[in-house]
């Protein structure tokens, strides 16, 4: 259903295709989220001065959930306090809300430094994939390609759906 074709991994512009088919030009997709040239799949649940937090682009697999920094760094030693604190907390907050509105019960957090800019995958574990492919960050990679294989607009609306529960969550804030 999603394509994601990083043309060149030095900078240079990439080409997305979302989860609803709308096809996205950027150099580094989370400053083009921050700016707003990018508009994530059921818009952004939550931002402020220092991150966004919103629905994986070109997965639809319900509850995953990335945390970004805005400021350009790709190292959670290079946050400031305050970024640290906002980016901790938000985390912590978006595991709250997808246990509290029974999204899921469990979930893997993953940063990697060799991306070009600081996001945080909180990542959902359904049962149904945990019994299909493990747990842990091993599975990781095998859900994401059976998900995005497999995605039906079923899979996209109920993802969206998740995105507007998670937005009247973050209101509340």
């Avoid at 001065?49 to 959930?65: R, W």
């Avoid at 995958?121 to 995005?148: D, L, N, Q, T």
Wanted: a neutral charge; proline letters at 2%.
């Amino acid at each position: 259903m999603s394509n994601f074709n990083e043309k060149n991994l030095s900078g240079n512009s990439k080409i997305a295709v979302d989860i609803l088919s709308r096809t996205w030009k950027y150099d580094c997709m989370s400053c083009a989220i921050a700016k707003g040239k990018l508009e994530l799949p059921g818009g952004l649940i939550y931002e402020n001065d220092y991150i966004t937090v919103g629905a994986d682009t070109e997965i639809p697999l319900n509850g995953f959930i990335i945390v970004a920094t805005k400021r350009h760094i790709n190292s959670i030693a290079d946050l400031t306090e305050k970024e640290c604190h906002e980016l901790i907390y938000y985390i912590a907050k978006v595991i709250k809300a997808l246990k509290e509105l029974n999204i899921v019960q469990e979930v893997t957090v993953v940063q990697e430094e060799r991306s070009k800019h600081l996001h945080v995958w909180i990542f959902p574990c359904h049962e149904e994939y945990k019994k299909m492919f493990g747990s842990g960050v091993g599975s990781i990679k095998a859900i994401c390609k059976y998900v995005k294989d497999n995605a039906n607009k079923e899979n996209v609306q109920t993802c969206l759906s998740t995105v507007q529960k998670l937005k009247e969550y973050f209101k509340e804030d």
